[in-house]
């Protein structure tokens, strides 16, 4: 990959304001507001003793990754498209393919540095326990990364223009949150609907994230699950991309 190409798009990622805000702020300012409920500072017999914002650490940790993959990227690289800044590229000795490159790594680095923002102030501020079983945490946010970087691809994949790329990405946007446990944790959820939620990219890395925080290994099932779905949706769109 072109270095060049990089640290223009993460100069250009940088302008972005409302990109900033989304993806870095939104989720621990949302987990903050959260915090400062008192009921959700204590302890809740149906948590297993967990209180509800050690709970929502994850689904905060998730949901920037879904805000830079489902949301952003893929208006990103349709409007690069839409411009004919693809095009353009083609013809130069920089492929188009570098620019994708870069683009996954500017969002998948915001995702991250999202992802330590929000287990940061969890931590700071409202005193939630650092994951105990870091390798396995580490292993399923890198896979929750990958999955939601894959699935932004599908839908710029599937997009002509920015406005339908929005459209796409804010109609798997709300199912992708609700089995990332937004509105209602996995933990709470009825049986029957969380081992099907657990089938979803985001429901397996929520149970993965959960899991590992409270210091057991991922699961087999989940980490099947999110690699899984990491091959299918690179496979969908390699197939469906188009530069023009």
């Known amino acids: 990959m072109n270095t ?18 989304w993806i870095l702020l939104f989720p621990t300012l949302l987990l903050a507001i959260l915090g400062s409920i008192p009921s959700f500072r204590d302890a809740d017999p149906e948590l297993g003793g967990l209180r509800t914002i050690d709970v929502y650490v994850p689904v905060a940790v998730l949901l920037g990754l879904i805000m830079g993959g489902l949301q952003a990227m893929p208006q990103t690289l349709t409007g690069y498209r839409e411009r004919g800044i693809l095009r353009r590229m083609s013809t130069t000795p920089v492929r188009p393919s570098a620019l994708l490159t870069a683009q996954m790594l ?3 680095g915001a995702a991250l540095g999202s992802a330590l923002l929000a287990l940061a102030v969890g931590r700071l501020a409202f005193d939630v326990r650092l994951p ?3 390798f396995g945490y580490g292993l399923a946010l890198v896979l929750a990364v990958l999955v939601a970087l894959a699935l932004g691809a599908v839908v710029c994949a599937l997009s002509r223009t920015t406005k339908i790329a929005g459209a796409i990405g804010s109609a798997v946007f709300f199912p992708a949150m609700f089995c990332a446990g937004l509105w209602a944790p996995v933990q709470t959820m009825p049986d029957g609907l969380a081992r099907a939620v657990g089938y979803t990219p985001f429901g397996a890395a929520a149970e993965a994230l959960n899991r590992a925080a409270a210091g ?10 999110l690699i899984a779905w990491t091959v299918l949706l690179t496979a969908a769109a390699t197939r469906w991309f188009r530069w023009e």
Do not use: N
């Open 4 to 21: 060049a190409v990089l640290r223009t798009e993460i100069r250009l990622f940088r302008r972005e304001p409302a990109a900033l805000f």
């Open 106 to 108: 500017v969002f998948g």
């Open 216 to 225: 057991d290994w991922i699961g087999w099932t989940h980490l099947a699950v």
């Open 132 to 134: 105990e079983q870091v």
